[in-house]
């Protein structure tokens, strides 16, 4: 059986729950999989990766810097702490952390990537991905000594599959020093979930009219532990900030449900959204391009059905 | 300062691609246009040259014939000239990309600094700037959303989820990657779309490059099938509502 590396995120020394499905998706058949961290992470997430198949927890560190704060230190080091624990492939998944990370190694390794994968076999050495904004599904085989391949965050679902783990911790040494540094970050004023991890996205289009507006799909999203979206039409209004639109040339999600409100349904919308398991769609117009392209649709002012929602839900949760 | 951009000539985002046997597809009809990301590294490195007051932008495509026309697009937005790579094969892969384009670079200049898109709207790969930087030797950093430079140094801005942004510093020369946020591509006037026609592209063939290539194979290229319609729910505005709750319930989707 191969030996599968992954990459897992963490969050204040936890391990974030959207690595469940990429360790579901690197345990395959029965691989051996060795998970690697950035930061000292507790017991209890120890126990959290072993419960999703992860038989190795390795701290990777440099000599050199700190592999948080510098992407090409941290892939560097990681490609060593691969090299060491003698892994066959090695996955992590298509975040802003990961995207970065993975490119890096790829480039500096030389070997083929394939990114935002919606599928991997290690075993196979294939994946498979979007092209053309998600027009079409590509098959590709991944040559060499090493399979690298980022995964969509919610394009495997999570499966538990509990083995017993091992903790270890791995510095590289003679890896060089850091060319790019993170100076600061600079928090956003709204505490709002990673779209890209959301399980469940509502995304307000056009109509919603101004910023303030977005309270109402907060209040459901909060219900609904959801992320808060905007098509593009919405975010070149100035209602909502670059960071918050799907589609083309903003995020690429795949959440299990996606609520669209007043989004029309541009091709550039779906190129963003399409890989969701339910799309439904709330618009006034029952001819909207949306209806032909989603599974449930409301014709109705998203003004009044997003309220109702949120009333109908929190009285289902409270039944 | 000399500004190499990265561009590449894609299918239109709005256009249906038809998809024919062996990996391939028909472009007869397809409208091709810049890749809308590269749009944003054009565009800087246009602001980027007029604020030094002295320099040069260059385009580099690797791309078949057709992309000349793409190109004069770019050089209206008042890049200065372009090297066109020229290839038939439609998904050749990151790794040879990125070695056509050092290749093309080096027989023209030495950059001061390389931008491109963060990734290209049709293999969606958000590869070639790292294996570009990493062929260079140069530090790279990727999905900008602002950039400055000061004194040999670039400090850049990127987005790392949840309205967070994180500032990262690296030394010229290097690979810069845009996203949307970092400028306005400027939409090109009349007397911009008739100079760019003079704008001289110097065409290379990739064979004449020498370079090996390998990468990822596209082993099968399959149509995304469209959902079939909605299922739209029926009744007053509450009735809707509570039907949809019921169903993403039994579906076990809440």
Redesign the interface.
């Known amino acids: 059986m191969p030996k599968i590396g992954v990459l897992i995120e963490t969050e204040n020394q936890a391990i974030k729950q959207i690595n469940h499905g990429l360790l579901t998706a690197a345990r395959g058949q029965g691989n051996e999989v060795v998970a690697f961290v950035l930061e000292a992470v507790s017991d209890k997430a120890a126990h959290q990766a072993a419960q999703y198949g992860a038989a190795t927890l390795v701290q990777v560190s440099a000599d050199s810097g700190d592999v948080l704060s510098s ?2 230190l941290c892939a560097r080091a990681l490609a060593r702490a691969a090299q060491e624990y003698g892994v066959d492939g090695l996955a992590g998944l298509a ?3 990961g ?2 990370i993975f ?2 190694l ?3 390794l ?7 994968a919606l599928e991997v076999d290690f075993a196979g050495q ?1 994946a498979i ?15 060499g000594r090493l399979m690298l391949a980022t995964l969509r965050p919610n394009a495997v679902a999570p499966v538990q599959d509990a083995v017993q783990i091992t903790a270890a911790e791995y510095t590289a040494t003679g890896i060089g020093q850091a ?10 004023s ?8 959301a399980p469940v996205i509502i995304t307000g289009g056009r109509p919603i009219g101004s910023p303030e507006n977005y309270t109402i799909l907060k209040d459901c999203a909060r219900v ?1 532990n959801a992320a808060v979206g905007a098509s593009r039409a919405a975010v070149d209004a100035g209602f909502a ?5 799907v589609g ?3 995020k690429t999600v795949s959440p ?2 996606y609520i669209a409100c007043g989004v029309s349904g ?3 919308h779906f ?1 963003g959204m ?1 890989t969701a ?5 709330i618009n006034t117009d ?1 001819d909207a391009p ?11 002012d998203m003004f ?2 997003i309220p ?2 949120t009333q ?2 929190k009285e ?1 949760q409270n039944r | 300062m000399q500004v190499y951009v990265i561009v590449k000539h894609v299918p239109d985002t709005a256009a249906n691609i038809k998809l024919t046997k062996d990996c391939d597809y028909d472009t007869g009809a397809l409208k091709f246009v810049v890749s809308p990301y590269d749009e944003y590294a054009v565009e800087e490195a246009v602001q980027i040259v007029e604020k030094a007051g002295q320099g040069e932008v260059i385009l580099v495509t690797v791309g078949p014939d057709k992309a000349a026309a793409t190109m004069r697009n770019a050089l209206a937005m008042g890049a200065h000239r372009g090297i066109l790579v020229k290839t038939d094969d439609k998904f050749l892969d990151s790794r040879t990309t990125a070695a056509a384009l050092k290749a093309a670079i080096d027989q023209d200049g030495s950059p001061d600094l390389v931008l491109s898109g963060k990734t290209a709207v049709d293999t969606e790969g958000c590869q070639t700037p790292y294996r570009l930087a990493a062929a260079f030797g140069f530090p790279v950093v990727n999905e900008i959303s602002a950039l400055e430079l000061n004194q040999g140094r670039a400090v850049a801005q990127r987005e790392i989820g949840g309205n967070d942004k994180e500032i990262l510093e690296l030394d010229l020369p290097c690979v810069v990657g845009a996203s949307k946020g970092l400028n306005t591509p400027r939409f090109p006037k009349f007397p911009d779309i008739m100079k760019a026609k003079k704008k001289p592209i110097t065409e290379l063939a990739l064979s004449d490059l020498g370079l090996d290539s390998g990468g990822a194979d596209l082993v099968t290229l399959e149509p995304v099938p469209e959902r079939s319609g909605a299922r739209m729910m029926q009744g007053s505005v509450r009735a809707s509502v509570e039907e949809l709750v019921t169903i993403l319930k039994d579906e076990k989707i809440l």
């Open positions: 992407p090409d975040t802003a952390q995207r970065d490119a890096r790829a480039a500096d030389d070997l083929p990537l394939a990114s935002d294939t991905k979007s092209h053309f904004s998600g027009k079409a599904m590509a098959t590709v085989t991944l040559s060319r790019v540094r993170r100076t600061s970050i600079q928090k956003s709204q505490e709002q979930m990673d779209l890209t991890e609904l900030p670059h960071a918050m639109q083309q040339t903003g299990n449900l541009a091709v550039q190129a399409k398991k339910i799309i439904v769609g029952k949306i209806f032909e392209k989603c599974d449930y649709g409301i014709v109705g009044e059905v109702i929602l109908v839900l289902t």
